[in-house]
């Protein structure tokens, strides 16, 4: 379904965002706008900032300064885990989340990234792909109109990130954005952001899993 919105406005503002790690400034001065249907690639080497400023973003921890303009309710954000209870079937994750959510309905989620045939098996039971692509199709029943995510197809494979690229193509098209950290070519049409660009400083001495 389309979103009730205009295709112009931004739905999401950043206005000269400054974020931190450990209390040590990462980037400084990101400002970009994101419009509805479009997607915004993060690039940069690990420890740029790509994880410490979509956690930003999703308000799941404070800018240093700066501003974000946007419902925080408009955001679900994915990160490196999957966010999946081992001891619930596939369905039954999907429709702990659609609850939480409000939005009913996991059909569309459970085909889009083929678990049909899994819904009835323990999620702890699952490969590694499978719980990834069952922790990407909880996306599809937040409702919410902005993803982002974090390294999103790590443990797909080829096949798997094709799904996830025509799940996010999906939710484009009905007028949804993304903000997407990610080293690989998902296939479409996206505007590519170097945070490095905005790097603060230096940040050697920190684990980059955590930046």
């Not at 419009?35 to 994880?51: C, D, F, M, Q």
């Not at 699952?126 to 197809?153: F, N, Y």
């Amino acid at each position: 379904m389309a979103w009730p919105f205009l295709p112009s406005d931004p739905i999401l503002s950043l206005r000269a965002i400054a974020v931190t790690r450990g209390g040590v400034p990462v980037l400084s001065d990101v400002s970009f706008d994101l419009g509805a249907g479009e997607a915004v690639i993060l690039r940069g080497p690990n420890g740029s900032g790509k994880t410490t400023l979509l956690r930003t973003i999703a308000r799941l921890q404070p800018p240093l300064s700066g501003e974000i303009l946007g419902e925080v309710d408009d955001i679900a954000y994915a990160a490196h885990a999957d966010g999946i209870k081992g001891a619930l079937s596939v369905a039954e994750n999907l429709r702990f989340w659609a609850d939480v959510f409000g939005t009913g309905a996991i059909d569309a989620a459970l085909s889009a990234f083929d678990l049909r045939g899994l819904r009835d098996r323990a999620a702890q039971h699952l490969s590694a792909g499978q719980k990834r692509r069952l922790g990407l199709a909880r996306l599809l029943v937040t409702g919410r109109r902005i993803w982002a995510l974090d390294e999103p197809t790590v443990s797909l494979d080829a096949a798997s990130v094709a799904l996830f690229a025509d799940a996010l193509q999906g939710h484009l098209t009905a007028g949804g954005a993304a903000i997407i950290a990610t080293h690989i070519d998902l296939g479409f049409d996206a505007r590519v952001i170097d945070v490095s660009a905005f790097r603060a400083v230096a940040c050697d001495d920190f684990d980059g899993a955590f930046l």
